[in-house]
């Protein structure tokens, strides 16, 4: 599955769809889990196929499903050779599907399991700038790496996330 969070659409990757990829020279997919059904879905791909590597985390539009059980049973599948990344978590008030609280419990946890593994991570931040960068400068996210993505705030911030050491997506 191809699973993009900007537009929220679910696409297939069958053998059939991924195979002509795998034969064109595109040697590795990173698939993101951005939901828990996301993530068993991504668990799924890296099971069957050999070029399909995973993000594991739950977007903050998703992060009221998470409790403690659920932390734990995605660090087992984060301790799989093939996820090579923690994602997508961070915060998202444009929405406020979830409250402000909730988000932040859930973006600092699974950014302490990023810690745990040494595993880069995908943010996402929307309308939520001042508490993302707060909340990582508070969390030492500077010892991890990985991608703001779909940036869209401040030059500033942009400096400041680079000086951390992430890249802007």
């Excluded at 406020?96 to 880069?120: N, T």
Aim: a negative charge; proline letters at 2%; charged letters at 30%.
């Amino acid at each position: 599955f191809f699973n993009d969070t900007a537009t929220t659409e679910i696409y297939t990757l069958s053998l059939h769809d991924a195979l002509p990829i795998y034969e064109h020279g595109i040697d590795t997919i990173i698939n993101v889990g951005a939901s828990l059904r996301g993530v068993r879905e991504t668990v799924t791909l890296m099971e069957r196929y050999p070029f399909v590597y995973g993000a594991i985390g739950v977007h903050p539009d998703e992060v009221g499903d998470l409790d403690e059980e659920k932390i734990a049973w995605m660090r087992k599948h984060r301790e799989k050779e093939k996820t090579v990344d923690v994602g997508e978590k961070g915060m998202d008030y444009n929405w406020d599907k979830e409250s402000q609280e909730i988000q932040k419990k859930w973006f600092v946890r699974q950014m302490d399991l990023a810690k745990e593994m040494s595993l880069p991570i995908i943010v996402h931040s929307r309308n939520a700038a001042k508490d993302t960068m707060d909340l990582m400068k508070a969390e030492r996210a500077d010892y991890l790496r990985g991608v703001i993505h779909c940036y869209s705030y401040s030059l500033e911030h942009a400096k400041e996330y680079m000086n951390m050491g992430y890249y802007l997506g």
